[in-house]
């Protein structure tokens, strides 16, 4: 029989809405806050239920916010909902955020008798609302026990890095490094491809089958072929998440020239206007340059 939790998702964007729905889906009394009033009436179907109300009630509350200060006004701020929590009860951070910070949050959360799981994920939207992320998760056994049946409802696999937060954002900040500079290099192929007479139909006929492919560029390169950067991603989230990864990098005495230089593509593509369109857009700034005209754009 299901052991039915009561559950808070915080932040209703597109990862945070498919995970609403896959804890919702798995018989679990789902609760979606938002800052966007319209994404939480639209989640319930009803007027937005009172956090204050019901803030006593959470078993697992999960964050899916875009950083990490929004992670503590969730958590601490002037409305924030952990002081509220009933002992025992776990939080669930899924927001890409530095180590150190997930650190400092187990604590402040330890001293209000909660459990914290450090769970950064990977996936997008698609797999979100499917129940099929990946979930990069730290945190003592408890706080694992604890957040078990969201985990359950909302991952196809878990990796467990260990019994002390900040390890899960660590691994995070890894796996962005690459998404983040295979996304640029894919951009960088494509239209390198478009100087040479292969059209981006062309391209993805034929890189996908070859050495040089990733998943990143078999999920984003379609994108620039059709023309469509309605955000599944927007570039936005990568001057942050590659700012992350340097400061970390700084922290730890290690120089990362590809993120560097990836970075600098993102920050040139927030300067052009592009920061909320999908991140496949970071393609129209080598476009720009090579002066060479996409699926879509005009001439």
Request: with cysteine.
């Amino acid at each position: 029989m299901l052991d039915k939790k009561t559950v808070a998702v915080f932040g209703l964007g597109s990862m945070g809405c498919g995970m609403a729905a896959s804890v919702r889906k798995a018989g679990h009394l789902t609760y979606g806050f938002d800052t966007d009033a319209a994404r939480v009436v639209q989640f319930h179907a009803s007027d937005a239920p009172d956090l204050d109300a019901v803030a006593g009630d959470i078993d697992v509350a999960v964050v899916v916010v875009l950083n990490a200060a929004q992670v503590a006004a969730v958590l601490f701020g002037d409305a924030g909902v952990a002081p509220r929590m009933k002992p025992g009860a776990v939080v669930m951070v899924c927001a890409t955020v530095p180590p150190d910070f997930a650190r400092d949050m187990a604590g402040r959360c330890a001293a209000c008798g909660l459990h914290y799981l450090d769970a950064p994920i990977s996936g997008g939207a698609a797999k979100a609302a499917s129940g099929d992320l990946s979930i990069m998760a730290a945190g003592d056994p408890a706080a694992f026990a604890a957040a078990q049946p969201v985990l359950d409802a909302t991952a196809a696999t878990v990796f467990s890095l260990g019994d002390d937060a900040g390890a899960g954002s660590a691994m995070k900040a890894v796996n962005q490094l690459l998404a983040g500079v295979h996304i640029a290099a894919m951009a960088e192929a494509v239209t390198f491809a478009m100087t040479q007479g292969i059209s981006p139909d062309q391209f993805l006929q034929v890189i996908p089958q070859c050495a040089g492919t990733s998943w990143m560029l078999e999920n984003r390169a379609p994108h620039i072929a059709s023309g469509d950067y309605a955000p599944r991603s927007q570039v936005n989230i990568w001057p942050k998440d590659l700012g992350i990864v340097l400061d970390i990098a700084k922290g730890a005495g290690f120089n990362a020239p590809i993120t560097t230089v990836a970075l600098d593509q993102y920050k040139a593509a927030v300067d052009m206007g592009l920061g909320p369109q999908d991140d496949a857009a970071v393609a129209k700034v080598y476009a720009r340059q090579a002066a060479i005209t996409l699926p879509g754009e005009k001439e």
